[in-house]
């Protein structure tokens, strides 16, 4: 019987779950490259999982996207539970990481809120451009569509989280703070554009698969509809 998924999809399924939790964690650390700007440790990685939904859009449709983008939210609520849950535990006498993995793990609720809803819907935002776009362009400028799908899914997604996480800093900080987030992520996204080609072109082939999302049900919701 064949098998339901390729090994080439779970690889590239399993990989944004990880995207996502080592974000979450990177994110602890606020580093300065220059110019008066700080941006989170998570820039460095969260933009992979944007680019693995781009390719699973493009290669097996919405439908299988949506499907590892609730993954990856289930797994990420899953460690932040058991986290919180590790922080609270009595830690022995003779251990002196306490006060480091309390850093690590007890984020503020709003904090982790604001991070799962913001993934969440700016994922499923990303995998729904990208899959209108293909079927609109029968398939071409598959380039354009994935910078654009990253744009419209990173604005929600800074949209949803910088209000909820930074509530009370000034409205036009917060608008820098978001301004220089989505520019450095597209940015990332677009400089490694020709190697997310070049993979999606050599997955299409070795898979034999390239979905058009022709009359399909886009309720972020329907998780079970993958066929």
Known sequence: MKPKFSTTFLLMAVTLVVCLITSNLFATKVFSPGWGINLPGAVIIFP????????IAEVWGFRHARLVIWMAFIANFFVVAFGQLVVWLPAAS???????FDYMFNM??????????????GSTMNALVMSKMKVASEGRMFGL??????????LLDSLIFMPIAFWGTPLDTLLTMMLVQVSVKVIYEIIILPVTSLVVRRVKISEGVDAYDRNINYNPFKIKDIQ
């Open 94 to 100: 003779f251990w002196d990481g306490g006060e480091h």
């Open 48 to 55: 992979i999982s944007y680019i693995l939904n781009d390719c």
């Open 145 to 154: 569509r994935a910078i654009v799908s990253s744009i419209a899914g990173e």
């Open 108 to 121: 503020a609720p709003r904090v982790v809120v604001a991070s799962m809803l913001a993934f969440l819907a």
